[in-house]
């Protein structure tokens, strides 16, 4: 699909703008993005910074988001048109990534008297690229085949670790990881925020109940976990508590030997880590990278393509074992509590289309990560913000008479 390019041929004024042209205001004292939170612009900038890398051929990589020209970013955009790979949504964001980043050099030109044509032609040429012809799902993506680990797979798997798998360095917690995940579908970052205690539970019809159950309590293990997106009110709270009610002796082992691999490795490193100036998501991903590397690497030796049914990833075990959960009969309010969903519509997303399928599934939410489900889902959303609005401008007013001092206004 070759894109129709705007004409860029009006003079540019001195403040950035072209005669007739009002999108690419750029104005002394202050740049664009001003309304831009600051992990917007860093996640815009990091963004950029991956397609640096990636275009920019030769010299220090360290250089090249400064060596990136708006040209071979225009052109990367328009190649992109061409022969669509990103999905629609990823096409989105490299635009606006773009824009960001071309509107913010623009700003720095100007502010240093040097000319912004190149910069001006190439907004222009980014901003007319519509993401219409783009799928939903990109082409590097295995789509509908990710969303569950196939029966089989894992005994596969399991043969491969025990046979030319052995001389893979990280093999073995690889295969950790596919055991401890399937059984609890945490996000692979949450595993280092994992704590395990025990706790009495009520039981019925062979699974616990968080409340309200009738039966005799019984002891059961319990995992509490950090929930890794709660940011924007997505996640229900902090933390959220998976029972492990009925799980074995085997299962329990595979969760608490992973966890022991995940600990070993954070107290190794986390201190150097914070040292450097490096956050914690950086380190969740120094870890799980070569994983996730190693599992690529045993599906392309036992001939599994991308194309395949059973070309899954480090994410696929979340899916299945929500599937799992969904097979057991668990409720949407439950899957949300045990799986740190961010909405009812997340949890009722289809998972594991190609179902294992373990019988047997016992596990379910805690009790109070039940309750904070409830409250949140009983409230309607605007209400919801109605209330932190609330608490926010009581909080301003707080510190407003705090700076008023003996001067105050309310």
Not at 29 to 55: H, I, P, S
Request: proline fraction near 5%; aromatic fraction near 8%.
């Amino acid at each position: 699909m070759q894109p129709t390019l705007p004409s860029s041929t009006a003079p540019a004024r001195p403040d950035g703008n072209r005669d007739g042209r009002g999108a690419w205001k750029v104005r002394r004292g202050g740049t664009d993005g001003e309304t831009l939170d600051d992990g917007t612009r860093n996640q815009y900038l990091k963004r950029v910074g991956y397609l640096a890398r990636a275009l920019v051929k030769g010299g220090d990589p360290a250089t090249a988001f400064e060596r990136l020209t708006p040209d071979m970013a225009a052109a990367y955009m328009e190649g992109q048109m061409r022969s669509p790979r990103l999905s629609r949504a990823s096409f989105r964001a490299y635009r606006a990534a773009l824009i960001f980043w071309l509107r913010q050099r623009m700003q720095q030109a100007l502010d240093q008297g040097r000319p912004v044509d190149g910069m001006i032609d190439a907004l222009e040429r980014i901003h007319a690229l519509s993401p219409a012809g783009f799928r939903v799902q990109g082409g590097t993506q295995s789509g509908r085949n990710v969303r569950g680990v196939p029966a089989g797979l894992m005994e596969r798997f399991q043969h491969y670790a025990q046979g030319r798998g052995r001389r893979l360095k990280y093999m073995e917690p690889l295969m950790a990881f596919l055991k401890a995940n399937l059984l609890v579908g945490l996000r692979p970052g949450e595993w280092f925020g994992v704590t395990f205690n025990r706790q009495e539970v009520p039981v019925s019809s062979g699974r616990a109940v968080p409340s309200g159950g009738r039966g005799n309590g019984v002891g059961a293990p319990v995992m509490q976990v950090e929930n890794a997106k709660t940011t924007h009110g997505r996640g229900n709270a902090p933390i959220r508590g998976i029972v492990l009610h009925g799980i074995s002796a085997e299962d329990m082992t595979a969760l608490v030997y992973f966890h022991n691999m995940v600990e070993q490795y954070r107290v190794r490193n986390m201190q150097q880590a914070m040292a450097r100036g490096v956050d914690e998501n950086t380190l969740h991903r120094a870890f799980f990278s070569p994983l996730q590397r190693t599992l690529v690497i045993m599906l392309r030796e036992l001939g599994i393509g991308r194309e395949s049914a059973e070309y899954i990833s480090l994410y696929s075990t979340r899916h299945q074992a929500i599937a799992d959960a969904r097979h057991a009969g668990c409720s949407q309010h439950e899957i949300v509590a045990m799986f740190g969903h961010g909405s009812v519509r997340s949890a009722a997303m289809p998972d594991g289309r190609t179902l294992q399928r373990r019988a047997g599934f016992t596990f379910t939410a805690d009790a109070a990560s039940m309750e904070q489900v409830r409250q949140r889902f009983a409230t309607p959303r605007h209400a919801i913000r109605a209330q932190q609005h609330r608490q926010m401008y009581e909080q301003s007013r707080q510190v407003a008479e705090d700076l008023l001092g003996d001067q105050r206004r309310y």
